[in-house]
């Protein structure tokens, strides 16, 4: 069975895959809000040195552990670890890559309907209007029909890329829909700094103002870091299952590090600067997107083209992540059970559509969380950002610290490597260092969770900051 493994075509095919999956609504959605209101550059040095940090070790340990087994999660911890207890964190991987897409392929189908929104003109009669723009979206993801109906298109998409395979599919996939991101993001920062008084906006993104920055942001900084390279469920283990040994794991992390801060700016710069020269609020937080932005599309010229563009590219952005969660279901299957990829793609994305209609129908009339006070949808997103990705990461690097052993890991990484310009030993040390601090940090960042759950009391207010 290992020798028909699917390997990627290229080695571009596979960064561009694997920025897919970073790239997604974390970096257009989240970043540019989170950014914005944190401090602007001094929250983005932050962020940037906890990617250093606590992703690009955790990012290349899941490479290394998908490589050297060319296993999918599940099975590379347990032929690492010698059939022992460790295979719970692949399970743990598996079990998250469920709960996300659940609730991600709802977002996904929210992206489709508002690209086409757009096409349609639809966003003219909210011009200038953010209520009834707030009023059009909070009715649109309650209802009980219209989101359903997108988010099974969106799941549709994402199956049928799948099913494709690691080749034609996910990385083909990749290869047309990451350079359309790029260059139509390319073309929105364009727009936006031409726009009179545009340039403000760069301002508001990068002007560092260290008095915004406070625990909490930093704290912020550290889980989005972890969250926007799609770290903690083994989709990095299993893409990097599709390796083979002549690749430079080193080179492949940075590059998509590279692109998806990269990414993560564009969109910042595109978002702000058109907020700024239409003089709209740009502390409207999460509701910047589908609320403010429809409000303003309408008052720049040729609005309703560049409105269908940044939702296009939303949707793209959204659809490269959720194939990319997908993935780590149906391998699971594919390695573990000797399923085929049809079977095991239908069987889970069908189950995993049908979880999101109830995602869906929790924004409505139709709670099955009702007894926790929030919605499904809430509890699904806080119980796999908050809890389960940060313990999956905080277990990976512990594994690798434990079990499978840093000169182990550095022996893989190094396969690939053609002149090493450091001592080896000193870079086992520095790799060592990098794994206890990410795997120390996240586990702050999980008890701080906890705690605040429930006691309603974060550390950092009791250390009284
Ligand atoms: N990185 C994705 C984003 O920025 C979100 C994400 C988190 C994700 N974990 C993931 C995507 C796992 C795919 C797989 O939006």
Not at 292 to 306: D, E, K, M, N, S
Request: glycine share 12%.
């Amino acid at each position: 069975m290992k020798n028909s493994r699917e390997q990627w075509g290229s080695r571009l095919g596979f960064i561009l895959a694997a920025s897919g999956s970073a790239v997604g609504l974390g970096n257009i959605w989240k970043y540019p809000h989170m950014a914005g209101q944190n401090g602007g550059a001094a929250f983005t040095v932050v962020y940037l040195l906890c990617i250093l940090i606590v992703g690009l070790p955790i990012l290349l340990g899941e490479l290394a552990i998908g490589r050297k087994t060319q296993l999918s999660p599940v099975g590379a911890f347990n032929k690492l670890s010698n059939l022992s207890n460790w295979k719970w964190v692949g399970f743990l991987g598996v079990a998250s890559a469920f709960v996300i897409l659940s609730f991600y392929g709802v977002v996904g189908g929210w992206t489709l309907k508002y690209t086409l929104f757009a096409l349609s003109g639809g966003f003219n009669s909210l011009s200038g209007s953010p209520d009834l723009s707030s009023q059009i979206f909070t009715e649109f993801i309650g209802s009980s029909f219209q989101p359903i109906f997108w988010q099974l298109i969106f799941m549709s998409f994402c199956m049928g890329i799948i099913i494709k395979g690691v080749k034609s599919g996910i990385e083909g996939g990749a290869k047309i829909m990451m350079p359309l991101i790029l260059i139509i993001l390319g073309l929105l920062v364009f727009k936006g700094l031409s726009l009179e008084g545009g340039k403000k906006g760069l301002e508001f993104l990068f002007k560092p103002k260290f008095s915004d920055l406070n625990p909490s942001s930093i704290v912020m900084a550290l889980g989005h870091a972890f969250f926007t390279l799609s770290l903690g469920m083994g989709t990095m283990i299993t893409y990097g299952s599709y390796l083979d040994e002549k690749q430079n794991l080193f080179t492949s992390a940075i590059w998509i590090i590279l692109l998806d801060t990269f990414i993560a700016m564009l969109a910042g710069t595109a978002i702000f600067t058109i907020v700024f020269a239409m003089g709209a609020d740009p502390s409207a937080g999460a509701g910047l997107i589908f609320v403010v932005l429809p409000t303003i599309f309408p008052q720049i010229g040729g609005g309703a083209i560049w409105g269908t563009l940044f939702f296009f590219i939303l949707f793209m952005a959204a659809l490269t992540s959720a194939i990319s969660i997908l993935e780590v279901i149906t391998a699971y299957f594919i390695d573990e059970k000797g399923w085929s990829r049809n079977k095991a793609t239908l069987l889970f994305g069908g189950i995993i559509s049908i979880v999101g209609v109830f995602c869906s129908l929790s924004l409505g009339e139709f709670n099955i969380a009702a007894l926790l006070d929030i919605s499904f949808f809430d509890f699904l997103d806080e119980l796999s950002s908050k809890y389960m990705l940060p313990i999956g990461g905080a277990l990976t690097a512990l594994f690798i610290l434990s079990k499978w052993s840093v000169k182990t890991f550095l022996t893989e990484l190094l396969i690939g490597v053609k002149e090493l310009k450091l001592d080896k030993s000193l870079l086992n040390s520095i790799l060592q260092i990098l794994l206890i601090v990410s795997s120390l940090v996240v586990g702050l960042i999980i008890i701080n969770e906890l705690f605040d759950l429930l006691f309603n009391q974060s550390l950092q207010k009791l250390a009284g900051f």
